[in-house]
């Protein structure tokens, strides 16, 4: 069964304006930890923001914020003030905890934002 | 500190063919995955490394997909024989513990093209 679920193939965004790419997750674990990795063309994996699930606040990056709602297991990524530098792969991934098995992240099957001038 | 460093960048090469992917993972860490990534199936975890040990590879794909960590600084992933199917982006990563907040840095990856 699939773990990770990002139901956007593909986005576009207006340049300067707020993103919000999708992820929800599957997990019976209490303790788990969320990621979110950007992969532009050049092909490389970028970490962006981490979310434990135990935190209370929303993680934030810089103009990276995560939407956490715990109940809904769901951990958006918003990307404020879009720029021409995200087009790219963002892929949402968990770390599961200890009941499960913390030692894998799995990965979702990713979103491919593109950002119009 | 270097980062996660894997070669070649790219390996072109024919069917039937032996490949082999090197890497090699950040000082201190203890753990070690190798992924694979197509289009079509994302990235899938093929194997992991615990302290140099192998401890999950049921993500390797066949028996023509081998891996090993010989010391806590490099680690090898062959294909033998290789197959147009194998052509993919291998990635290794390493994470310094068994944490669920601890992130995997990730290598620039091997583009495998076999024809």
């Known amino acids: 069964a699939q773990k990770i679920t990002q139901t956007q193939p593909g986005m576009f965004v207006q340049e300067k304006e707020a993103v919000t790419l999708d992820c929800t997750y599957d997990?019976?674990?209490?303790?788990?930890?969320l990621f979110w990795y950007k992969q532009p063309s050049s092909g490389e994996m970028i970490f962006l923001i981490y979310?434990?699930?135990?935190?209370?606040q929303n993680a934030t990056e810089g103009r990276y914020s995560l939407n956490f709602q715990k109940a809904r297991k769901s951990a958006n990524l918003v990307i404020s003030a879009s720029q021409l530098g995200d087009s790219a792969m963002y892929f949402c991934?968990?770390?599961?905890?200890?009941?499960?098995?913390?030692?894998?992240?799995?990965f979702g099957p990713g979103t491919s934002l593109s950002v119009i001038p | 500190d270097a980062g996660v460093i894997q070669s070649p960048r790219h390996e072109v090469t024919e069917m039937g063919q032996e490949v082999t992917l090197r890497c090699k993972p950040i000082?201190?860490?203890?753990?070690l995955f190798w992924y694979r990534q197509t289009m079509m199936r994302g990235l899938e975890l093929l194997i992991y490394?615990?302290?140099?040990?192998?401890?999950?590879d049921s993500g390797m794909p066949e028996d023509r997909f081998s891996a090993k960590m010989p010391n806590a600084s490099f680690s090898t992933l062959k294909i033998q024989p290789s197959e147009p199917r194998d052509s993919a982006v291998y990635f290794c990563?390493?994470?310094?513990?068994?944490?669920?907040?601890?992130?995997?840095?990730f290598g620039s990856g091997t583009q495998l093209s076999v024809l």
């Open positions: 990563a390493s994470s310094p513990h068994l944490a669920t907040n601890e992130k995997l840095f």
């Open positions: 997990t019976s674990d209490q303790s788990y930890g």
């Open positions: 979310q434990g699930s135990y935190d209370e």
């Open positions: 991934a968990m770390r599961e905890g200890p009941e499960t098995s913390y030692d894998k992240v799995i």
């Open positions: 000082s201190g860490h203890d753990y």
């Open positions: 490394f615990n302290n140099n040990v192998p401890i999950d």
